[in-house]
């Protein structure tokens, strides 16, 4: 770095390790080749499909390798989780957004939102609330039951498909409310699911953040 406008990112800090350990340049040619493939404009779903893939190794979350577009911290190599999914859909009227607030998008519900006052009331926090109040938070327990419970995980994402379909069927002319109404019951009946036995999370979790 000789002065200004001389400064190269990569060159001074890039190792051959860091690449090859954090698998960037893998996703980044997954979520490629998923555009490639689109005959034409994607709808919602698939690009929330394309957020949650897991390649080959699917929900063996233990085997996952860096190499996954929806990362699942689990190890001393692996400690980078994906977190908060937002997908915006770009309109001349203004854009249309859908925001999971959660870890782990293969688990988590997208909503819809917009700029409009009235939505996402179910996924976002307001400035002065706790952050045990948040929906990040509420939804940890859910996340990592799922992690370890595949009965319970198959059950979470059944529900959690059906309700997306309802929640994105129709935005011309949202009834914001009513959705939020309905993404904060399926919420609050999973976070209760999970709180009817014991969290049992894995040792990498419980050890770096355990709840």
Known sequence: CAGRGDFHFARVFDTRLLPWVGGAHRRCRINQRFLDSLPGEPDWHALFAALRHHGPRGDHFRRHNNRQVCMHAGS?????????????????????????????????????????????????????????????????????????????????RSGRDWLERELFADLEQPDWPRLAEDAAAWHACWHDQAAMQPLAQQRWWRSHAAL
Do not use: I, M, N, Y
């Open 76 to 156: 001393f190599w692996r400690p980078s989780q994906t977190t908060a999914s937002l997908v915006a859909r770009l309109r001349d009227d203004g854009p249309l957004l859908a925001a999971t607030g959660t870890s782990a998008p293969c688990l988590g519900l997208f909503q819809p939102l917009s700029f409009d006052p009235a939505s996402g009331t179910a996924v976002l926090s307001q400035p002065r609330e706790a952050v045990q109040e948040s929906r990040w938070w509420r939804f940890e327990a859910v996340h990592r039951r799922a992690l370890t419970d595949r009965a319970f995980r198959r059950l979470l």
